[in-house]
């Protein structure tokens, strides 16, 4: 199974943002994990996006 950058950012962002928030309770950890999780998403919306213009 072939996982897409974006998908792996959206992974790692959210092991972070639950590791960060309730494991350790450290800002810097779940802001990190905040900004990890909103670039995969745009880049998976975005990724998507261009998918279904292709098969138009």
Do not use: R
């Not at 959206?10 to 943002?17: E, S, Y």
């Not at 905040?34 to 138009?56: N, P, R, T, Y």
Request: aromatic letters at 14%; hydrophobic letters at 55%.
């Amino acid at each position: 199974m072939n996982k897409s950058t974006f998908e792996i950012f959206m992974v790692l962002g959210v092991i972070w943002l639950i590791v960060g928030l309730i494991i350790y309770k450290n800002m810097s950890l779940w802001s990190i994990g905040a900004i990890f999780f909103i670039v995969g998403l745009i880049g998976w919306i975005i990724k998507k996006k261009k998918e279904s213009d292709h098969e138009k």
